[in-house]
């Protein structure tokens, strides 16, 4: 069974960077979509981003485009997000998942069927 730990989150200024991690372990991410979504206090879960296994698509959130990049190294088994311009509003949980999903559903959090733990991100105005 896949499981996903995320790192990298922490304190950052409006305007920095910060670049999350998402290490796999009892399986690969072979076959399989990678996807980041956040959480605000109050808020529901949202999409961040996602690619293919493979690389071979990408996909974004409006609100992250031209700032984050999404990416994976499978032979280290991990994905990441590279957040930069971060913004205050950019504060939440952030989660990474795989799953089994089609691309039509990759902004869905219920194609998703492991998920981490998440990592809090905090940017300061």
């Known amino acids: 069974q896949l499981q996903l730990v995320e790192s990298g989150g922490g304190l950052a200024q409006a305007g920095g960077s910060l670049t999350l991690s998402c290490a796999a372990s009892?399986?690969?991410?072979?076959?399989?979509?990678m996807g980041w979504f956040r959480q605000a206090p109050g808020k529901e879960r949202e999409f961040v981003a996602a690619?293919?296994?493979?690389?071979?698509?990408?996909k974004y959130a409006d609100f992250v485009k031209g700032r984050f990049i999404i990416s994976i190294n499978n032979a280290k088994d991990t994905g990441y997000l590279q957040m930069n311009s971060l913004k205050p509003e950019d504060t939440a949980l952030y989660y990474c998942?795989?799953?089994?999903?089609?691309?039509?559903?990759?902004?869905?959090?219920?194609?998703?069927?492991?998920w981490g733990q998440g990592t809090q991100v905090t940017v300061s105005s």
């Open positions: 998942a795989a799953g089994n999903t089609i691309w039509g559903m990759i902004e869905s959090a219920g194609g998703y069927s492991s």
């Open positions: 690619l293919r296994w493979n690389a071979a698509n990408t």
């Open positions: 009892g399986r690969t991410f072979r076959n399989l979509a």
